[in-house]
């Protein structure tokens, strides 16, 4: 393992992650995340180009507004940290490969989903549809699918999901499914393949029924179900192969071919 690497690809990531809580706040409410510059939500000061690094400031800071003295959210440097993790996985996982690059893009996508759809029900067009665009020109790279499997992905992301919410509507009469969970799962494709999106749509709906579906019925809350696609979607990314095997040979009982 190269330890060099490994932190070169932390640091880009939490640089990432800082980005990433910008696009997360701003996206879903249709603002750009270049101008205007960061500024504290309370007291609107911008925040200086020397408080703005990431983790490393909200520690400096003791997680308060340097102006004002409001708490900052506890989301900023958990972000950073978590899309730092994520590179740094990537890069002792595949070394200084391509597939270091499109993995940890991919998790960082999805990342950035499940907290706009946690936090709002959206997923913004820029994490689902620019998702699309980076998986199919990425596809091409050692690791991942082939193209024709990335655009094949992505059409049966976008068709199934697409069945699915039609459906729901016959069944209940209401939208039990947005137009972003349907884009979503062409990005989820573009970077999984088709098989890719049978294991992430299986995944997420039992993590969905499972972990939301008691607060659901008690509470009657939404199923921010691009939450759990995102959780479906990372576990097929990560561990994908291995259950596909389990599932031919111990469930199915078929030979390896
Ligand atoms: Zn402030």
């Known amino acids: 393992m190269n330890g060099a690497l490994i932190a070169g690809a932390a640091v880009l990531g939490a640089c990432a992650g800082s980005f990433l809580n910008v696009c997360v706040e701003r996206w879903p409410g249709r603002a750009s995340v270049i101008s205007p510059r960061s500024r504290c939500g309370s007291c609107e000061a911008p925040v200086r180009w020397f408080r703005n690094v990431p983790v490393l400031s909200y520690l400096m800071l003791r997680g308060r507004c340097a102006e004002c003295g409001v708490r900052l959210s506890l989301r900023y440097p958990l972000v950073e940290v978590g899309v730092a993790l994520i590179w740094a996985g990537m890069a002792a996982m595949w070394g200084a490969e391509a597939e270091a690059v499109r993995g940890g893009l991919f998790l960082t996508l999805l990342l950035g989903i499940a907290l706009t ?9 820029q994490f689902s549809v620019g998702g699309v665009v980076v998986g199919l020109a990425l596809a091409p ?55 890719g999106v049978l294991l992430t749509l299986f995944a997420g709906s039992l993590l969905g029924s499972v972990i939301f579906g008691p ?10 179900f691009g939450v759990f696609l995102a959780l479906g979607a990372g576990i097929a990314y990560g561990w994908g192969d291995v259950l596909v095997e389990w599932y031919l040979h111990t469930v199915l009982g078929m030979d390896g071919a």
């Open 117 to 125: 759809d946690g936090r709002s029900y959206i997923i913004p067009d």
């Open 215 to 224: 607060v659901s019925l008690r509470t009657g809350a939404l199923v921010p």
């Open 141 to 195: 790279l050692d690791g991942g699918p082939d193209l024709a499997d990335a655009v094949l992905g992505a059409g049966l992301g976008l068709g199934l999901l697409w069945l699915i919410a039609w459906l729901g509507r016959l069944a209940f009469g209401k939208d039990a499914m947005g137009g972003g969970d349907i884009k979503m799962m062409a990005m989820v494709g573009a970077f999984l393949g088709p098989a």
